[in-house]
C-alpha cells in the first residue's frame, strides 16, 4: 500500500515574526510513502521535478535524509521502527528560496506514513515532530493548518498553533529569484543576541499583525510588517532588496514588503489592486542587478496538508 499527501509551500516570519508567523500559498510538494520489500539498505528516495526530470542535487538519499528521520520518529511514537520505506517526492516548490520546501517535504512525510499506519498521531503530534525536525514552527504550523498562523514551540516540544482569520483580497505577490540561498547560511549571518530596543520593536509590530489580521486594517498592517531582529542582517545576501522595499513603500495597495523567510525570496502583502505595477518596480531593481526571477500574485491558501488519491 502506498500512500500520497499533497503539502503547501509557506512563507515564514511574514516581517515582524520571525521564527513564529507564517503562510501558505498555493504551491505544492507531494510527498509518496510505500512500505515494500526492497534490496539494501531498505529504502530508496526517488525526488522528481515539476519538469518531471530526476533531480540530481546532493539531497541525502539515505536515512540521515530529512523526511526519512521524521517518520523514523513517528514510527518511534508507536514503539516502532520503520522497515523498508520506498520515499517518493514530487517537487513544485523552488529549493532554498523561502518557500518552506523542507518544511513540505517533512510534513507530507509524516502525513502520508501516518495515514499509512491508520492515524495514530493527531495534529498535535505532527506539528511537534515535524518541528523538532525543521528546527522552528513558522513554516511547519501554515504547512500543516494552512492559512496564516502564529506559532509557538514550547519547551516540552508541543506546538501551539493558532490561525488568524486572513482577509480573501489581501494576497502575495512572491518574487522568486534564480539563486539558491540556504537557510543555514541566512541563520549563520544572525546575531546571538539582539538588544531590548530591537526585541520591544518587534514585539509590538508582531503584536500590532495580529490585530490587523482581526481587525482587517490596511494601515495598521503596513506598520506592523517591520523587522529588526533579521532583515537588517540579511540584506547583504539579497542584494537589491532593500532597493525593492524603498520602492515599493509608497506604492498605492501594497501593505508591506519582506523577505520571504530565510530569503532569498521576496514576499509583498497587498490588496491585489496594483499587481503590475509591484512586478515592474520588482522586475525593474533586479534586471539592474542582473538578478532573474519569477513574479507570481497568489492568494494565501486557507488549507494545509492533505493525503490525495
Ligand atoms: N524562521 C526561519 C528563518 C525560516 O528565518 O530562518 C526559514 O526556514
Redesign the pocket.
Given at each position: 500500500m502506498k500512500v500520497s499527501a499533497q503539502v503547501p509551500a509557506t512563507i515564514?516570519?511574514l516581517g515582524c515574526g520571525?521564527?513564529c508567523l507564517g503562510l501558505a500559498l498555493p504551491i505544492f510538494n507531494t510527498v509518496t510513502v510505500e512500505e515494500t520489500v526492497l534490496p539494501g539498505s531498505g529504502i530508496e528516495i526517488n525526488i522528481i521535478d515539476e519538469d518531471g526530470e530526476n533531480d540530481t542535487s546532493n539531497i541525502p538519499r539515505d536515512k540521515s535524509n530529512i523526511v526519512y528521520k521524521a517518520i523514523e520518529l513517528l514510527y518511534n511514537y508507536i514503539g516502532q521502527s520503520p522497515n523498508e520505506l520506498k520515499i517518493s517526492i514530487k517537487t513544485q516548490i523552488p529549493v532554498a528560496r523561502?518557500l518552506?520546501s523542507s518544511a513540505s517535504v517533512i510534513v507530507g512525510g509524516l502525513y502520508a506514513a501516518n495515514e499509512l499506519l491508520g492515524r495514530p498521531a493527531d495534529e498535535a503530534v505532527l506539528l511537534s515532530i515535524a518541528t523538532e525536525i525543521e528546527g522552528?514552527p513558522?513554516?511547519i504550523a501554515p504547512a500543516i493548518l494552512g492559512g496564516v498562523v502564529l506559532s509557538d514551540w514550547e519547551g516540552d516540544g508541543s506546538v501551539v498553533a493558532n490561525k488568524l482569520p486572513w482577509p480573501n483580497d489581501w494576497v502575495v505577490t512572491i518574487c522568486i529569484p534564480d539563486y539558491e540561498l540556504s537557510?543555514e547560511i541566512?541563520?549563520s549571518v544572525l546575531p546571538k543576541e539582539v538588544s531590548m530596543k530591537d526585541a520591544i520593536y518587534n514585539l509590538r509590530h508582531s503584536a500590532m499583525f495580529v490585530q490587523a489580521v482581526y481587525e482587517k486594517d490596511e494601515e495598521l498592517m503596513k506598520l506592523s510588517l517591520k523587522d529588526k531582529l533579521?532583515q537588517p542582517y540579511r540584506m547583504k545576501l539579497v542584494p537589491g532588496l532593500s532597493q525593492i522595499m524603498n520602492d515599493l513603500k509608497h506604492t498605492d495597495g501594497v501593505l508591506g514588503c519582506v523577505l520571504a523567510?530565510?530569503g532569498p525570496s521576496v514576499a509583498i502583502i497587498q490588496n491585489g489592486t496594483k499587481n503590475d505595477i509591484i512586478k515592474e518596480t520588482v522586475q525593474n531593481a533586479w534586471n539592474n542587478i542582473n538578478v532573474n526571477a519569477q513574479i507570481y500574485t497568489l492568494p494565501v491558501l486557507n488549507e494545509g496538508a492533505k493525503i490525495i488519491l
Open positions: 515564514a516570519n520571525f521564527d523561502g518552506g522552528h513558522d513554516n537557510t541566512s541563520r533579521h523567510g530565510a
